[in-house]
């Protein structure tokens, strides 16, 4: 009941994140020493049978990307560790960043072993500048090693890491906006074709993975009794980060094993609402997740489960909102969100979140008709069959679930008129 | 078919009519096969794909959102559907978005009735706007002779963004901000002629709205007109007669030039004059001046002038070679030169009362008329120049049938172009010119057998070669677009480029590209429009510049020899540094 | 006091020597442009770009003005106009929204005498609206040159935060 399970964060607050030699003295680039005696293929099949899924939010299968990332032609290839974690209420790459760089560091080295990199770009957000210096001195450590820059480990395999920051922008957690971003552009998603594992970076074959999913990977090279592999369920094997914000006690970052109920999350761990209130709702996933009412609250926290109930895993986020904040208030903010974070190149995005505001304004000003309420549908389902990219596509996924799950904030009298 | 072709070829059907094109086609493409014209904005045949404004949504049987049919390519049993529910709901609500932050004031917008938003509107029948208006309306931007921009016409499609950086290699023009405050821009929202712009006007060539156009001069034309103090001319450049046709229903690069000139007269000019004329006199300066500098140690190699877009760049971003540049003036300005003072002569005109009318495809060149050392005693030599697009709004102003007009011949004297002034409106075709010139030249009066250098055609971007003249090779190069433009100028900077004559045009093609040509100029109709140029050359009695009668009597009547202190007055310029915003110098 | 350069007149050379650190430092490498600009805005008291400063840094990369000037524009972090010493970016998210950031707001405003988007008059302050930084954990908060305050529920709690910024 409500008890965490800390793999990928075994590390934190184990070793000192200034010193290598304090992160080798608990076990550091073992998993690098294992991996470069192994075929990278294997590798990618061990990710795969753990069946990852990307942690930033798409939840593509990582180690199926990392078969075609190896399977690609070319020279140059790049990993990019997207630290951007932009979504609302998401922070736990934050913490596997400080409490743990070193892990991260590994498991980039590991990557470009198993796609045949010969650079890692680590994109991390402007926000949090204050990790850089961290991020950096590990990066130098790392080198001062051997683990990075020629010949690793003896094994003929060179490789180097570069940190880049963003400059504030949600978009650049999109693959094509952080890499345009990196080229030294504004952050604006590019369409695919081309798509990045083939011309990516630098017009590079690249390989874009999330800092938690790459910090799983160390841990489970040296999984010798198979803890991983026995957490969770069947289709959502081993653990989660997961981050809790919003209307609870005790806010944070909880490493969970898949198939923990919402509940417990909720309760046990981030110690429930305030002065016992209700619950309004709980978006999952970010600003881009879906939203579900107090009835979610028994259902396990796996991918499978949690998509039956109309919401999806995404980032890991929960945010709990208890019944001081009205539907309507928290679509407010969610939409004053993705207004100011669209990057405005594609005509759905740029044009339906400006129009979805103004219709939000009218219905919490209560001037809203029927007919308006057939405009924010409108929009519900342009934007996300036609947008650019992923923002356009999750922008409107809070209104969405918001329709199905609260029809009354909906209804402006429309039975009214036959 | 053979079995390798076979194998290439992808399968799908549209709307469920089988289709079979090559691997690697785009689903708009496919469709364009079977006579569907998917709606598209921000699509444009000649530019990357952008896949922006995402009004070409399709539906692909098995794919949960709709896909761009611009920017997807086909693959073997795709099934597509361009006209589904969903398809309608999504091109028509984005198309209703779109309407919502444009400025649909269309009767009195200079693109109204030759608009790509507009037509879409159309087709789609809208009647009712959905959507709120959120246009904030800002007054056009018009601070400099060549072109206008309105924002609030501006639908983000960045095709203009696209055209200056990928064509041009400027990028005077971005994409500023995000969200609902995106907006195309220039850096620091400064009027395009404090920018890196050099006004060629590809922007305003590209644009589906009324967004970037042209300044319109078209009043002051028409005032003009019908001032009956003023004594009217007209000169027309060489690339016009084969793009005029385009508003008219003539087909790609057909020849107008008979119909072109009954329309202006029957718009009242008092003289039709042609720019062919200027173009030859242009090849008699320019010609005798490489001469002297190969002869005298002079600074080679040698640049032509002719294209005002290209003189802007050289001001702006080369300033330190503007000795390369050709001290002659442009045909247009040169002929604007001779109507105002041997002309006025030859007539008994005071120049004061004489209104030089020129019909060029070029923003550019109303920069050019305006620049002061264009003129004397206080008048311009051009007094306005219209773009092609311009004179097509006038010829319908006055309500002609274009294509019913009977054929006339220019007037006399100025009237007279050679075989290689007529090529002067594509790429190569000043350096042909000048090499027909300057080969009769140093021979001393033996002519060339060859006539035609089909090294310095076509439409590669850079073209260089070797031209054997009498004692000398002499070594050639010609470039279109300033993209180009610029590889060979960090030659020329650099102090290693192997030339000795460099022709550049500033526009992809040459004139016949120019930025003010019709909106429906492509790269497929500007071969179409070389192609008739070389066929307008091929049928002139007179293909040399020197041999054309009329410049023979204009020098001996008026200039003496070429370079001749008079021909220097009237037909020589001088050029500048353009002072940037800050000028730190690199 | 730093003295900030006028609009239109061109850097000092002791400005430009500063930013030719900059450029250095990231290698001169023009993709790195983004990073350029932070830091060049650091080097400015009010923490923005002027546009002596872009127009220098285009004369130094083969960066076009109109690039800069896009990604000054576009980046939150990146700012063409003057803000101040400690520009207070305020979350106006979600998790600071069900925390009260309203609350902090209105202390800020009552507190500095200034709504959002305006500088106190010595340009010391500004207030800023913002999204989400990733402090949802400590809602409300707010970040000052990069670095993060957070449950600032009272206004005792402001009041001792603005007193030790100098």
Redesign the interface.
Known sequence: MGTELHFISANFGKYDTSSIGSYMSIGGFEALRKAVTMDGEDIAKIVAAAKIKGRGGAGYDMGRKWTQARAVKGEHKVVICNADEGEPCTFKDRELIKQDPFNLIEALIIAGWVVGATDAYIYMRAEYACLRQLLLNAIRQAKSYGFLGKNILGKGFDFDIHLYSGAGAYVCGEGTALIRSIEGKAGRPRMKPPFIKVSGLFARPTCVNNVESLSIVPHLLLDQEGVYMHAGTPDSIGTKMVSVAGNVRNPGVFEIPFGTTVRDIVYNLAGGVPEDRQIRLIQFGGASGYIADASILDVPYTYDDLEKAGVNVGTGALLVIDERTSVLDFLTITQDFFSDESCGQCTPCREGNRHMRMLIEKLRRGEADTSDIEKMKKITRIMPMSSLCGLGEGAQHAMIAAMRVFPEVFDVGGAANE | MSKEEKKDMVNLTINNIPVSVPKGTKILQAAAKIGINIPHLCFHPDQR???????C?VEVTGKR??L?AC?T?VWEGMEVHTDTP?VR??QI??LQ??L??HDRDCLTCPRNHNCDLQELCSRFNIQVP???S?VEHHDPISTNPSIVRNPDKC??C?RCIRQCKDVQG?????????????RV????DKPMEK??CVLCGQCTLVCPTGALVEKDDTDRVLDALQDPSKHTIVQIAPSVRVTLGDAFSYKPGEIVTGQMVTALKLLGFDKVFDTNFGADLTIMEEGHELLDRIQNGGTLPMITSCSPGWVNFMEKHFPRCIDHLSSAKSPMSMFGAVAKTYYAEHEKLDPKDIFTVAIMPCTAKKFEAARPEMGRDGYQDVDAVLTTREIIKLIKYVGISFDKLNETEFDSPLGTGSGAGAIFGATGGVMEAALRTVYDKLTGGETMDKLEFHDVRGFDGIKSADVELPGRTVHVAVAHTLKNARKIMEEVQNGTSPYDLIEIMACPGGCIGGGGQPVSTTNAVRQERMKALYELDRKLPIRKSHENPDIQTLYKEYLGEPLSKKAHELLHTTYHKVK??????? | MLTEPKEQEALSDELRAKIDLVLESHDNDFTQIVGILLDTQDLFERHYVPQAAAYYIASKLPVPASRIFDCLTFYAELSDKARAKYPIEICSSIACHVNNNEELKETLEKLLGIHVGEVTYDGRFMLLKTTCFGACDRAPAVRINGKVYGNLDSEEKVRDLLESLN
Not at chain 2, 170 to 182: F, G, K, N, P, V
Not at chain 2, 580 to 586: A, E, I, L, Q, V
Request: proline share 4%; net charge negative.
């Open positions: 794909i952008k896949a922006h404004c995402r009004i949504s959102r709709l761009a920017s390519e969903i709901d999504t609500g984005i978005l779109m919502a932050d959905d959507f709120p959120v639908i983000k960045g400027i990028e005077a023009l971005t994409y500023a901000s995000r969200s609902a405050d995106i821009t220039t850096a620091f920018t890196d940037k915003p800050f000028d730190y110098d690199k």
